[in-house]
């Protein structure tokens, strides 16, 4: 296994020679300080960067149409919503609070599957910096996602452009779809993730890689698995 002597080799070798890095991070202190930052930063200049570009009026008119049954009055109230500040206002904050908290709660379900293991060392804090080190293929979507923004001819451009890996985006699926938010959330990240978390616990604990890939991909599954059902509904 190759030796990781700096928080910045750590996040290049994370896409391409996890083992190293995960060994590395479980035993130094406050390295994952630096995968928070680039994983928000990217984040939230895509979003930045979709909010200032796209067509605010055609983004309203959108998200109305997608909408169920509403009156006039309704449709007016949610367009005067949509103005360029509080939509940035709402993205930027909510995306932020969005990470924060999904990994938060990502930390606590690794850190109690986790507690059978007889060599048991880390705590919720080891995990919850643990998630960000996963979550570093969101790095490489994103930027993808800036560039393909700032290329962009038309104003009109659906949020999918953000995740460009998903099936949403792919596929072509429109916001009017009821399928959209679902096709939103499959994306080549979220498997590239579920892999990471399979190596990181491997490498933090005695599991067998068969149990690490059970507890990596355990909450996806149901998750999504009740998420499809009810969309089908």
């Avoid at 202190?29 to 200032?52: D, E, G, H, K, R």
């Avoid at 606590?108 to 080190?133: A, E, K, M, P, Q």
């Avoid at 959330?185 to 498997?191: D, K, M, Q």
Wanted: glycine share 4%.
């Amino acid at each position: 296994m190759h030796s990781v002597s700096n928080p910045f080799q750590a996040c290049n070798d994370i896409f391409f020679r996890p083992n190293g890095v995960f060994k590395a991070v479980g035993e130094k202190n406050n390295w994952s300080w630096f995968p928070f930052l680039i994983v928000m930063m990217i984040t939230l200049a895509a979003q930045y960067l979709y909010v200032n570009f796209v067509d605010i009026e055609w983004f309203a008119n959108i998200n109305i149409a997608a909408q169920d049954a509403m009156s006039p009055a309704e449709e007016d109230q949610m367009r005067a919503f949509f103005t360029r500040n509080t939509l940035m206002l709402s993205q930027l904050v909510g995306a932020f609070f969005a990470l924060t908290i999904v990994n938060a709660i990502f930390a606590v379900y690794l850190n109690l599957t986790t507690r059978s293991d007889d060599s048991h060392v880390f705590g919720f804090t080891d995990w919850y910096g643990f998630t960000w080190w996963v979550s570093m293929p969101y790095v490489v979507t994103g930027l993808i996602a800036a560039a393909l923004i700032m290329f962009a001819g038309d104003h009109q451009i659906s949020p999918a452009i953000l995740a460009p890996l998903s099936l949403s985006y792919l596929l072509g699926v429109e916001m009017t779809s009821p399928w959209f938010a679902f096709a939103q959330a499959i994306r080549v990240e979220l498997f590239w993730t579920i892999y990471l978390t399979m190596v990181g616990i491997t490498q933090w604990t005695s599991f067998s890689t068969k149990k690490a890939a059970i507890i990596a991909s355990a909450p996806y599954v149901v998750i999504y698995g009740i998420w499809g059902v009810f969309a089908l509904i």
